[in-house]
């Protein structure tokens, strides 16, 4: 063998080494050039799974940003709302200023005198008293609403913070073996009741050393605040409230149910409607036998005809009250000595005044259901416009929501 032939077979040998090598590392994501080693590009199932990773940790930090954003504006809604209420109620004490210095006397839309707008004040509930229970049940007591003939009514607060309104009955009727009987009996009733328009019963109990009944808490003004603080409402809001009372009244009666105190202290006055509250005294109508010695029950100026003779009591009673409620309302209760009923209504829209005329009936088969007063004011499809309430009502209600204790 030659030297040339040799040389020329070397050269091929080592090309054809090179080649197997260069094609055996290639599939290892390197390139072999000489002594020099290149990388290359990833595979693209390990690119896809990079990109992957990235775009779930673009995301992720996307939503901490979107729900921290969402966090911020709540905080801001909060706090515009209650400045606006302070500002609000400060407007309302610089026109009750005006009204006090210029002893003007307004009217409403339904052309009834009132009196001048009386200063707003900042809600105070009273403070727990020494002997009053810190605890009922598992609900812990932080303030008085108010006292009544069954008892003593608390704010409360559930195990998860909710506020609730919760009544303690007297001990001298706790002492009652029969009255503890009704107490639970009323509690069997006033759980069925449901809508919109009451305060639904949250948790009772007729055992222990005094029976308790917890509702939910409706923070607002009764009726009778609003109308002993600003007299007689606008013609809309009594249409919205009467729609709201008769919408209660038709869960109530759905029930078996008859409220026997329907009037403007058991009504509140809340954000975005009226509320029926106070089961205490309602008895349900298959509960006769517990309720023939029982004492008169309801407030004078409210009790239909049949209340004060001792008749049989139908729902029709509520219906009496319910018209009441709406007279007083809308300015035209308590009717004057001597009054006609016609007369004392006079001033009211012909709607209004048709359905206090009805409601007031002598004859209780005579008065309308609940669903015939919705039927009668229910009006067309369209919603009016604007607050229900009015400006210095609307201004109660958001200082009832802001409402503290007191420390007096």
Same mark, same amino acid.
């Given at each position: 063998?030659?030297?040339?032939?040799?040389?020329?077979?070397?050269?091929?040998?080592?090309?054809?080494?090179?080649?197997?090598?260069?094609?055996?590392?290639?599939?290892?994501?390197?390139?072999?050039?000489?002594?020099?080693?290149?990388?290359?590009?990833?595979?693209?199932?390990?690119?896809?799974?990079?990109?992957?990773?990235?775009?779930?940790? %673009?995301?992720?930090?996307?939503?901490?940003?979107?729900?921290?954003?969402?966090?911020?504006?709540?905080?801001?809604?909060?706090?515009?709302?209650?400045?606006?209420? @302070?500002?609000?109620?400060?407007?309302?004490?610089?026109?009750?200023?005006?009204?006090?210095?210029?002893?003007?006397?307004?009217?409403?839309?339904?052309?009834?005198?009132?009196?001048?707008?009386?200063?707003?004040?900042?809600?105070?509930?009273?403070?727990?008293?020494?002997?009053?229970?810190?605890?009922?049940?598992?609900?812990?007591?932080?303030? %008085?609403?108010?006292?009544?003939?069954?008892?003593?009514?608390?704010?409360?607060?559930?195990?998860?913070?909710?506020?609730?309104?919760?009544?303690?009955?007297?001990?001298?009727?706790?002492?009652?073996?029969?009255?503890?009987?009704?107490?639970?009996?009323?509690?069997?009733?006033?759980? %069925?009741?449901?809508?919109?328009?009451?305060?639904?019963?949250?948790?009772?109990?007729?055992?222990?050393?005094?029976?308790?009944?917890?509702?939910?808490?409706?923070?607002?003004?009764?009726?009778?605040?609003?109308?002993?603080?600003?007299?007689?409402?606008?013609?809309?809001?009594?249409?919205?409230?009467?729609?709201?009372?008769?919408?209660?009244?038709?869960?109530?009666?759905?029930?078996?149910?008859?409220?026997?105190?329907?009037?403007?202290?058991?009504?509140?006055? $809340?954000?975005?409607? $009226?509320?029926?509250?106070?089961?205490? @005294?309602?008895?349900?109508?298959?509960?006769? $036998?517990?309720?023939?010695?029982?004492?008169?029950?309801?407030?004078?100026?409210?009790?239909?005809?049949?209340?004060?003779?001792?008749?049989?009591?139908?729902?029709?009673?509520?219906?009496?009250?319910?018209?009441?409620?709406?007279?007083?309302?809308?300015?035209?209760?308590?009717?004057?000595?001597?009054?006609?009923?016609?007369?004392?209504?006079?001033?009211?829209?012909?709607?209004?005044?048709?359905?206090?005329?009805?409601?007031?009936?002598?004859?209780?088969?005579?008065?309308?259901?609940?669903?015939? @007063?919705?039927?009668?004011?229910?009006?067309?499809?369209?919603?009016?416009?604007?607050?229900?309430?009015?400006?210095?009502? %609307?201004?109660?209600?958001?200082?009832?929501?802001?409402?503290?204790?007191?420390?007096?």
């Amino acid at each position: 063998m030659d030297l040339e032939r040799t040389l020329t077979s070397r050269e091929e040998i080592n090309a054809a080494l090179r080649g197997v090598l260069d094609e055996a590392t290639g599939k290892w994501g390197i390139r072999v050039n000489r002594v020099k080693l290149k990388e290359i590009e990833p595979p693209a199932a390990i690119r896809a799974a990079m990109e992957g990773q990235l775009r779930a940790d %673009r995301e992720k930090r996307a939503a901490i940003l979107q729900a921290e954003g969402v966090r911020q504006s709540e905080i801001l809604r909060a706090e515009g709302e209650k400045q606006a209420a @302070i500002l609000r109620a400060e407007s309302e004490v610089a026109v009750a200023e005006i009204h006090r210095r210029g002893g003007a006397r307004a009217a409403t839309p339904n052309g009834v005198p009132v009196r001048p707008v009386r200063p707003v004040r900042p809600v105070q509930h009273d403070p727990l008293q020494p002997g009053d229970p810190r605890r009922i049940g598992r609900y812990r007591l932080t303030a %008085r609403l108010g006292e009544g003939g069954m008892g003593t009514v608390y704010l409360g607060l559930s195990p998860g913070e909710r506020q609730v309104a919760v009544k303690v009955v007297r001990a001298d009727l706790a002492a009652d073996p029969g009255f503890r009987k009704r107490f639970a009996r009323e509690i069997e009733s006033v759980r %069925r009741v449901g809508g919109f328009h009451t305060a639904p019963v949250v948790n009772a109990s007729a055992e222990g050393e005094q029976p308790w009944l917890v509702t939910e808490y409706i923070p607002g003004p009764s009726l009778a605040t609003v109308l002993r603080e600003h007299g007689a409402l606008p013609a809309r809001t009594v249409r919205t409230l009467a729609l709201g009372v008769a919408e209660a009244l038709e869960g109530i009666h759905a029930c078996g149910i008859v409220h026997r105190d329907l009037k403007p202290g058991n009504i509140i006055i $809340a954000e975005t409607s $009226a509320r029926v509250i106070d089961f205490g @005294i309602a008895r349900a109508l298959d509960a006769t $036998a517990l309720t023939r010695t029982d004492f008169l029950i309801g407030t004078l100026g409210f009790l239909a005809p049949e209340q004060l003779t001792g008749a049989p009591l139908t729902p029709a009673v509520d219906a009496y009250a319910f018209g009441m409620v709406l007279a007083h309302a809308c300015g035209a209760a308590p009717f004057p000595a001597g009054a006609e009923l016609g007369a004392a209504l006079r001033s009211l829209p012909s709607d209004l005044s048709a359905i206090v005329t009805a409601c007031l009936s002598p004859d209780p088969a005579a008065r309308p259901t609940p669903a015939q @007063i919705l039927e009668r004011l229910g009006g067309g499809d369209a919603k009016p416009e604007g607050d229900w309430l009015p400006p210095a009502v %609307r201004t109660m209600v958001d200082l009832h929501n802001m409402a503290t204790v007191s420390n007096d």
